[in-house]
């Protein structure tokens, strides 16, 4: 997922002083005791432990963390009226949905490239927010079949992905107008990321921003809008262009990636489909 490990160049080497480490422990601090209330509250002292070993030890929560989230699962599943699921959504947890990822934050452990652990026709919507680039092609296939399978007749899956052709596009597009503006750019900060340092001829930036969609974020395969159709269909679902928080789109009011993670929302594909008829 898109990450910003640029723009911190105002606090880089300077030295805090003692009472800003108090500040910062004191902050550290707070932190932890609210996540532990959080996750002792939502799901009990124990997962709310186990969870926060997930979070020290991936490869030992990637064993057991099916195992420490089952009861809340199962909770979920006997509760009462619309079912949403947030696949892949890490610790992007909200009342309406099931978060379900690998990650210790989720509301419950699902690899979202294996078998999902819910029946068929279930289910009455889903959202795919920047997680199908994080799987190789077939994954991504088997990830959408999935989908299709566990949504109800009427269901929505709303699917939002990095869009290869807006980065390739970067190429051709106007230099920047100043350095204050290239200094807040997404470009530019994607850019310089990969590259190791601010200071590169615009020309590179450019070029180092479309590097960065295959090699940084953990992403395996990369979508135009036709090669992401075509998949659509070979999982048997029909389809429909969307944007970023459309009205007419029933699950776009869940978009929240860009605010996330501080990008434009137009680097992203987005689109509703539903299972044929």
């Known amino acids: 997922m898109m990450t910003d490990g640029v723009g911190q160049e105002d606090t880089v080497g300077k030295a805090p002083t003692r009472f800003q480490q108090m500040g910062n422990k004191d902050s550290r601090l707070s932190v932890?005791?609210?996540?532990?209330?959080?996750?002792?509250?939502?799901?009990?002292?124990?997962?709310?432990i186990l969870r926060?070993?997930?979070?020290?030890?991936?490869?030992?929560?990637?064993?057991?963390?099916?195992?420490?989230t089952t009861s809340y699962l199962k909770w979920w599943k006997r509760?009462?009226?619309?079912?949403?699921?947030?696949?892949?959504?890490?610790?992007?947890?909200n009342e309406e949905w099931l978060t379900a990822d690998v990650?210790?934050?989720a509301d419950v452990f699902?690899?979202?490239?294996e078998t999902l652990p819910f029946a068929n026709g279930t289910v009455d919507?889903?959202?795919?927010?920047?997680?199908?680039?994080?799987?190789?092609?077939?994954?991504?296939?088997?990830?959408?079949?999935?989908?299709?399978?566990?949504l109800k007749g009427n269901g929505i899956l709303r699917v939002s992905t990095p869009d290869v052709m807006w980065f390739a596009e970067l190429q051709i597009r106007p230099m920047l107008s100043n350095a204050q503006e290239a200094k807040e750019d997404f470009v530019y900060r994607e850019g310089c990321r990969l590259l190791g340092t601010n200071d590169a001829p615009d020309e590179l930036i450019r070029a180092a921003a479309l590097n960065s969609i295959f090699f940084f974020h953990g992403h395996r395969f990369v979508y135009t809008s036709q090669s992401l159709e075509k998949l659509f269909c070979l999982a048997g679902f029909e389809f429909r262009r969307s944007t970023y928080r459309e009205a007419n789109s029933?699950?776009?009011?869940?978009d929240t990636h860009p605010e996330r993670f501080r990008h434009p929302p137009e680097i992203s594909l987005y689109y509703d489909a539903w299972k044929k008829a």
């Not at 926060?52 to 420490?68: D, E, H, K, N, T």
């Not at 509760?79 to 947890?93: E, S």
């Not at 919507?125 to 566990?150: A, F, Q």
Request: one cysteine or more; hydrophobic letters at 35%.
């Open 250 to 254: 029933k699950l776009a009011r869940l």
């Open 52 to 68: 926060y070993i997930g979070r020290c030890y991936p490869r030992v929560w990637s064993l057991f963390g099916g195992i420490a």
């Open 110 to 113: 699902v690899d979202c490239g």
């Open 125 to 150: 919507g889903i959202m795919l927010e920047e997680v199908i680039e994080h799987l190789d092609y077939l994954r991504g296939l088997k990830l959408l079949k999935e989908c299709n399978r566990i």
């Open 103 to 105: 990650d210790p934050r």
């Open 79 to 93: 509760q009462p009226g619309t079912k949403l699921l947030n696949l892949g959504g890490g610790g992007n947890l």
């Open 32 to 48: 932890i005791v609210h996540k532990w209330r959080h996750y002792s509250r939502r799901y009990g002292r124990l997962s709310a």
